[in-house]
């Protein structure tokens, strides 16, 4: 008896140990993949308790925040750039913060929040706004003062887009429809129908009144913007992640399951696809397209490119995770992965895919407590 | 296939699938889901359960046994020898002197499954949904149903207790925690059969009656609270199935009645 009471003190041990290691506390941590936004000199990145602002001539350091560094603090979402040239970065501690890019000091705090900020701020002239993961999204002026709220049915983990040809902005929720807003006050303008799943990705404003979706039911969906029906429906065999990028008549999008689509955005017919054979691992982030060429990377830590056709596909292994959208620097693209190996939080490559073949990034930004 | 993906597949998956399966089927009740989860899994365990009765009786048969006592008498200043002379007992007997012990292996990786499933199903971020969406089945039409609603009565299952819990002066009163604790106690004490006074066993019985509640209380209010509903909802629902073998020992409820005569 005494074996067998022992026996079932040590599960007892076992399993609160089980659960501790399952998530290193009492809830499941919450996390994210890098966020990334660029200037004309800087890339500033948003990971976990920090957001660094990294030089593009050399991939330097220039500061980070906050200066010490703490774990209930921690940033994910892409940062944004007001048109007053204010960094406004949201963090998961429920604050929503604004910075000067050329120092990293604080300008203002904005601490009302309910919850924390999964997605990035729309920072525009009429103000900034920012969705939080309780439903609400804040309108603030570009001094940090809530001007008001706005109740969404579902979390919005997308960051809100801005329409200057009907002084709208858009918001795509968890909630499988996206909001139409109007900037000054809040009123909503109309709502879509239910759009078969919800809508993570940042949507896309196309000319001629039209807005871009992907969706979790497998879907790019195109809303008329001037009363938020659908125009279309083009299917996809897995569920999408990212907004669509738009280039020239072309919607180009990623699923989760690997595969890679063109549509065509005025009639969302399937141009071509890049079958998840030909790939590897889950796109999870939105395509960069310039010129003639479109970029996306995958969760196998996989940069791709290829051609307008679908054609000519190059790609170079970055390593790690690849979540975060490629962006582009001037010449450069920049990735940010997660887990890599060499812990890398930034990776500078050039756009011209010819030199991919050696696989030699431009530079490498390893934050320091990284390399011991 | 690494360890991690055996677990998925065996355990993981069909949980989570499960799970959102009884979601939809009930109107994308979380809590009914967790609920009715838990039912099935009672039922499927129901033979294991049967078995440890079956285990407790024998063991409890055979420490009433003349054979028992007198060796327990005999070698009680040589512990070694004693033990010998059990095993040997056990073994003549027919009894496992671990066979009640299964349905308590058996819970582990359901409530470590169960765990990981809430935190799944539940994402508080980005990096948990991707993970989830790599669980799903097609049938189950998962894109449809994210994200499932977390609330139920005036719990959120996604998150512990203390980070939602009724406040009073600062203090948040665990109110999940406490019937936790006291349905694990009552059925405990309802499920263990008459003891034989004054043994060794009875004492480390009631020392884990006592310990066994208050660490599953810990659990309640530390994990997200979709944990202490399967706690409760299983409590009751094995208090239920002796009830309908007649194995309850309601005597263990009233010290008085249950003192040595």
């Known amino acids: ?80 750039i007001s048109p007053d040239g204010q960094l406004i970065v949201s963090s998961y501690n429920h604050v929503l913060y604004s910075l000067n890019p050329e120092t990293g000091s604080t300008n203002w705090e904005f601490t009302d929040a309910g919850n924390r900020f999964i997605a990035g701020p729309l920072a525009v002239e009429q103000g900034i706004f920012a969705p939080d993961a309780s439903e609400i999204l804040y309108a603030l002026d570009l001094e940090g003062k809530l001007r008001w709220t706005f109740t969404t049915e579902g979390e919005s983990w997308s960051q809100p887009i801005a329409d200057p040809d009907c002084e709208c902005i858009y918001l795509g929720s968890m909630d499988h429809t996206v909001y139409a807003l109007n900037p000054a006050d809040g009123k909503l303008i109309w709502q879509t129908e239910g759009l078969g799943g919800a809508i993570v990705g940042i949507p896309v404003l196309g000319p001629g009144g039209v807005l871009y979706v992907g969706t979790f039911g497998s879907q790019v969906i195109a809303i008329d913007t001037q009363d938020g029906k659908k125009i279309w429906s083009a299917p996809t065999e897995g569920w999408v992640w990212a907004g669509p990028t738009l280039s020239d008549d072309r919607l180009y999008v990623g699923d989760l399951d690997g595969n890679f689509y063109a549509f065509d955005a005025n009639t969302g017919q399937e141009v071509w696809q890049i079958t998840a054979d030909s790939l590897d691992g889950q796109i ?37 995770k690849l979540y975060t959208s490629p962006v582009a620097a001037g010449d450069l693209i920049l990735v940010a992965p997660v887990q890599a190996e060499t812990s890398e939080l930034l990776v500078a490559l050039p756009k011209d895919v010819s030199q991919w073949q050696d696989g030699q990034s431009v530079w490498a930004y390893i934050p320091e407590e990284n390399k011991k | 296939m690494d360890i991690s993906q055996i677990w998925s597949l065996l355990i993981l998956n069909p949980m989570i699938n499960s799970l959102l399966w009884i979601y939809n089927v009930l109107a994308n009740n979380f809590g009914l889901a967790i609920i009715v989860f838990t039912i099935l899994v009672r039922l499927v365990t129901y033979p294991l359960t049967s078995q440890q009765m079956k285990s407790t009786q024998k063991m409890q048969d055979m420490q009433k046994s003349k054979q028992w006592l007198d060796i327990q008498k005999k070698y009680k200043d040589n512990k070694e020898k004693l033990s010998q002379e059990q095993m040997k007992l056990y073994k003549e007997m027919g009894v496992n002197p671990f066979g009640s012990c299964l349905p308590t292996l058996i819970q582990f990786p359901i409530i470590i499954g169960l765990y990981q499933a809430i935190n799944q199903a539940l994402p508080p971020a980005p990096t948990q ?16 149903l994210i994200p499932l609603n977390s609330y139920f009565l005036w719990m959120d299952l996604s998150v512990p207790e203390k980070d939602f819990g009724i406040a009073i002066a600062g203090f948040t009163i665990p109110i999940l925690a406490i019937l936790v604790v006291v349905s694990t106690f009552f059925q405990s004490k309802l499920m263990t059969p008459p003891s034989t006074t004054g043994d060794q066993g009875a004492g480390m019985t009631r020392a884990m009656n006592l310990y066994m509640p208050l660490f599953m209380g810990y659990l309640a209010y530390s994990f997200p609270s979709g944990l202490a509903l399967y706690f409760v909802t299983s409590n009751l629902v094995g208090v239920l199935q002796y009830a309908a073998m007649g194995k309850l020992n309601w005597r263990n409820l009233i010290p008085a009645r249950n003192a040595p005569k």
């Not at chain 1, 007892?12 to 990334?36: E, F």
């Not at chain 1, 939105?286 to 051609?307: C, H, K, M, N, Q």
């Open chain 1, 1 to 80: 008896m005494k074996l067998k009471t022992s026996l079932l003190l040590l599960l007892l041990i076992l399993l609160a140990a089980s659960l501790s290691a399952c998530v290193g506390g009492g809830a499941a941590t919450a996390t994210s993949w890098p966020g990334l936004t660029v200037d004309e000199n800087t890339a500033y990145v948003a990971y976990n308790r920090e957001v660094r602002a990294i030089q593009l001539a050399d991939g330097k350091l220039k500061w980070s925040f906050p200066e010490e560094p703490n774990n209930s603090t921690t940033f994910y979402a892409n940062p944004a």
């Open chain 1, 284 to 320: 999870v982030g939105s395509p960069l397209v310039l010129e003639d060429r479109i970029y996306f990377t995958t969760e196998a830590g996989i940069l791709y490119s290829l051609d307008k056709q679908g054609q000519n596909l190059a790609s170079v292994e970055v390593g790690g």
């Open chain 2, 129 to 144: 949904l991707l993970n989830f969406t790599n669980h799903v089945y097609p049938f189950t039409n998962a894109a449809s």
